[in-house]
């Protein structure tokens, strides 16, 4: 256990990734710069920060995303009445989540997001817990001569590939046309430098990356492979299991992350918002 400050309580969750910020009253949360530094650095040092029973209204959670930078609007979300920069992301029995697969957030962007914050709203009694990997681990224990191969290869990732099963329901294409229209499939190198840290990490995920552009389909097809199974050895993540009002924020950067299916038919709903990243570089 840290201390940060007098009030500020800090315990790592595992020995790469994660850490439970605690003693954080709600006044100093949203709006307070020394304490917004303070969860700064202690976000890019343990990459996912846990904090239990924020009780944040949506403006209130849009004011303190707001201290972390520009928040970013996503085609396929809607948006919490009157706060403009809060999606909703939401599973009922009607509509069940279909994302489940390993990604980083938005990594179909030319320029994806560098922090990704999501409140509690509704929480199923059991299941829909989250998984996050830690990217830069996973890339240091690649060794040195599979390294040397990754380094200046670039990915392609693609909108179309994370949406398919949306696309695949009756009136999807429809719905996500302008999506996809303003979302083109971009490149971004296969290994990135984070641009705080200075951290390498694995920058490819199975929910958006189609392939590796300088290989052949099938090196391409057996090196994502690779580097997937790799990138979420249980070693190198952490495992939340939510509650009302818990609150994280995670670096998109150095991370992954995987929902967890497994609360059907329970309802489940967070708010979330995305800051605006840099081109990864
Ligand atoms: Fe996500």
Known sequence: MVLVGKQ???????AAIGAYVSGVPLERLVGDEDLGSALRELLLEHQVLFLRD????????QALARGFGKALHHPAYPVAPGADDVHILESTPEAPS???MWHSDMTFSA????FTLLHGQIIPEYGGDTLWASAVEAYEALSAPFKRLLEGLSAEHDFRHGFRESLAEPGGVERLAPAIAANPPVRHPVIRIHPETGRKAIYVNPLFTTRI?????????????????HLVTDEFTVRLNWAPLTLVMWDNRSTQHRPINDYFPQHRKHHRVTLAGERPQ
């Open 213 to 229: 552009v300088e290989m052949t389909a099938a090196e391409s097809r057996q090196v994502l492979d690779l580097l997937f199974e």
């Open 8 to 14: 500020l309580q800090v315990k790592k969750a595992t």
């Open 111 to 114: 320029t994806p997001p560098s």
């Open 98 to 100: 279909k994302i489940e």
């Open 54 to 61: 924020q009780p944040l209204s949506a403006n209130q959670f």
